[in-house]
């Protein structure tokens, strides 16, 4: 499905369905800037990028795939094929998705092309759509602002991770379930997923904002070198985020062993003051003919003194070496 | 045992044995492709490759060993002598076997050795036979396609550990067993061994997808390059995948640990409440001549009760501490 | 809020608010040097620094954020654009906070501006203030003051956290208490974050340092490297730091291991001592008609004997086994 | 201890000790080949290592100095001053020993010195005794017999710790005793050791395999690029060996801890069922006048049933539960 | 306090304490080698390497400063300044102490500070007043031997530590002690403190072993090598210390938890074997009425022998299965 053809000659046009002959007329040595956005590639699509683009087979393949590609940029002189990657974030299942964009910029035309919806590309649109001054600065800026918007969307994703982790911290210092343990586990999960999606992306837009391509001017270079900018706060903040997570683990591991702990001094504490007071009651419910001070008068009361003495006794040393 | 071997001159020609005389005069300057697979190589074979190609004895070495040697490029000017990496894995013991392909890449031919079979270049062999169209475009095209069979051909294996982690994963959380851990620590270790596998490949292929080799032109560099992209995923999928084992270990680890605390605070429990009320039930065994309570009518059922008391008031107080 | 403004013709001339008209006349070709620092920038001061300095609104953009963007240089042939971080320790709840100070050094500007008030600069201005030496060497080397300062200010916290640090190995050592292991995880993260901030710092003053940018002549060089050598100094306290931290956090682990393997011991030598014991009390609590031992005139005072041998044999012999 | 000297004059000739007018003058300009082995090298050795050969004084001292030194190639134009590492393992105690071998390669000659007698120089000598062919291709190429036999001779060892550390792994899931842990820490060890010598040493023969040095000819560097291809396999099967033996670790540790649970999982029977059966004989056991299911004809029997179907049910609930 | 001047004319002379005048003319053009050891640098020294010397006000600061600084080496084109770093160890408390020495190397004098004594330079000193051989040789051999020395001098701690760790891991394993634990963790520290000292340091060795700078001839180059190859080999060793601390650790965490686990084990032996033996010995005290056993004749041997029975099969069948 195309969802959108956009067209801007020196007085600004605008196309809902893409005019085959305008726009080979117009690749040949239009001047202006051609925007085509292709949501899941459909082969009439790809016939179109192949025939009237003329782009590399691979490059196309690439396209109608439904497969996660690395970041890459290749250089076909005529035109660049840039793969970077959008994140579609699930927070209450607390998994991210990869989302792929696929993006060609040629002199005078941007296409890009993806298999499920993406914001980053329908907010540049409406954007257009509503100023056509974005698409008057030309292709390699259009294309920056496309890559820019996609960055851009997914540091809300790592504010969202932030606030989880801040929660599951405090779960896992106060109430230490098993469920605190798997979102930890699910949440590192994500923040690696996160981690694996900067690294290369950032060498990428490293690559645009250097002076290796020429479709790519000096002028839009420092622009290309802002995302950059951005991506390396943003793993700044992920590097951030695990150690939080890390620490949640911690603090999880450690909260569950001292609540054992905890409990296992209970059944000592209980255990040893009692053996030894149940060990004298046994002795005097022995049944021997001649047992003295079983006679006495305050024999039974004497014994509960006794025991009464140890226990407390024991249980002021327990105390003091702070075992309890 | 030569498997196969194939000729294409302008008229296209299919060899079952491998002519010396025809090859011979091909290989001094014949238009066309010639491609030899050796499985299995015998000294019979050896003789061939050194006598009538004329490679070189480490590198005919190399192909006669039955080890695995590490990917690499040797470039002979004449020729490049490729060595890459395939896998077997089965699924059953989770074993992942590293199978070699010996790659001879020259002007006009390309002679595969391995020492058992592989998919990959049977795969690519049928191909060629039911159209030659796949050698007319010439021996670095011919060798791209079998080094990208046998780079596709590690994929499967990927999925496959994909749904085993996950199937393990599950087994961890709900009933941990034994066997759960030597799974995981098998499913890791053959995580690894692919890693092992995939990263000096992706050097090699990046070697070759660069325009080091004068053997391999411009036109087919892309398509190298476009194995090296494979490669890069299929690492990044063992990444994750890694992370799951991991989080599968983690998972089983406190699933055993939590099994174990659970049986401790039960014997916790019981303990605590009975041996007290042991202890009571003892005192009032005992022998004494002088106890009064003994005498007293309703004695019995008073420390009933008392016991009783003692006992719920203990239980509600480890409930009320989140003990149980 | 522009907190100050400097001015030094070769007579020295102090000025508390900037004067527009005066500022455009210096920028044009004026001798001296001009520091303007803005703290919380607000509209008017980014329109100062888009329309009077001409800076480039990504540069101008990143001032008005409120964002920690990651240290850098960016080179606009006319200025430099260097973004570096300072530190606000807060001892107490031992929170990392980093501060940004973005400079923009020119020919004879230079500008910073900052979200908080930032010890640094102020503390360079006061010298500025109280002696204009400081201004007569050029805007490089106000630049290295202001640096200089910055990284300093970083030293104090570092000397904190050392002695924290060493505040709790003792802790760790004999009294661990859960808000121990607390502050070992809290301070282990302000380690990291510190080092997160000197490594890429110490990039960009290396950068600064080098011949890469016409701005800073060869004759100041020295003086960046100096910082670069400070940044280098602290980041080596910090590993040792981390180190410390670490042991810190083992020997906590281990003290609290310790403390419950000796409550267990002590469980284990009263529960084995009294429960052999207690089954002989019960042995001669039986009621059996025929019983001889019960009938002999020392039965009681031999038991009390016998138990008194086994009591003692089982404790020392747990005593020669080491186990107290 | 000079072990052997050897001569290749165009007719071929062997001596038992070097004669040392006749290396004078065939060191000056003779056609041919001599190959000096020294082992243990006395003072009057290092004066004809420094006399007659000139070598430099820090390589002489190298040769007589016992310790080992990291592998290494100087080049002092004239010739080579090459030191590797070759392995001593001692299979029963597991110690991998680093072997010291000192190469100087000349034009016309080869002197090795070693402090221990080693395998690989005594092979290739047998060799060159039997076979003058060895010494025919020039010093570069039996410097390369020398460094080859060298590095196979470290493949046994691997293969051994291999056979070792599957033994182990089988002892750690059936037997896991105390030793067990003992020899993987070792064997750990050991591989680590291993993969120390490995790694140098592939970087000192991936100098000599580029054409770095004059006196390593392009048709010998081929072979030199053999034996780092069998450096490199060699690491690639430490990494393997070192999964293997982590993987021996855990489950020793596993195993261990999963005896312990069962021996804790036993007691908790025990203990959970008869503490409450033991209160309820301790409550019948007591001495109140008024008790009166004590005057019941089956009271006994019943307590009995009753306690038989506490038991029993204990034990059942225990079973579903899966904790036995 | 200047420790030492020393001067080499032509004829070889000794002051014992610098004269200004002389050093100031000797400096200008005078042949020969000036050493200036300078320990505990007081403000008359700075005022002496500022005027007299001219070094640079940034190098002389680093003398003054107490603080240790990374090592380095800034190139001032008419000397070199160079700081390495010593260390001091004192086995009895087990802690690395790091000192500093800093080196001006000119054309025709070497001035080095120390804040502390320091072996290397005294143990120089002492060798060229014995003999004045070598000053002769030039500033770049002077430096190179107090180098050398400097460096030798971490030899025996790497040594000292050895030894120790071979105790302590013996202790580990034969009577683990808390304070076995605290020796283990202060050797990992001094280890990673030295690991932390030798590689910055390599570096700077490596520095000065290459062509780079002008002041460090080609002769003497192989000798800087020379340190650098110590260094190598002292950071291999401190590799295998590592492992062995690492060793250590863990057989210390395994003693100490199978020493915990055998106590465990006692506890779970007597009260799984004498909890069923008191239930029994509790039913035969219950004090019902009609309890047919009591009064049998042998009732009561017949119980001791059913209870003899069951402690001995329950032992038994423990011991079995391998837990005692």
Redesign the interface.
Known sequence: MIKCAFYLAPDGKLLDQPDMEQIKGFLVGGEGLLWLDIEDVTNEDAELLSNVFCF?P?AVADCISK????P?I?DFDDYLFVIVHGINYHIESDVVETTELALFLGKNYVVTTHDVPMRSTSSVFSRVQANGRHMRRGAEFLAHDILDALVDNIMPTIDEMNDKSATIEDEALHEPK?ET??SI?QLK?SI??IE?ILSPQRRVIDGLSRSEYALIGERSQ??Y??IY?HL??ME?LT??LR??VE?AL??YL?S?S????E??????L???I??????V???????????P????????FI??IV?AVIGISLAVHFRRRR?F
Do not use: C
């Open positions: 590399h691979l497969n996660i590609h690395p890459k290749d098993r343990l798997k586990m999960r690696l997923a694996r420092i622009y070198r802002n900018d390396l706060r700044m590097y951030n150690d939080m620490g911690n603090t450690s569950v001292n609540r054992m702990n409990v296992m001094k209970v059944l000592t209980i255990a040893t009692f053996i030894p007071l149940t060990f009651a046994g002795i005097y419910g022995m049944n021997f003919a001649n047992m001070e079983l006679q006495w008068r305050y024999g039974y014994i509960l025991m075992w």
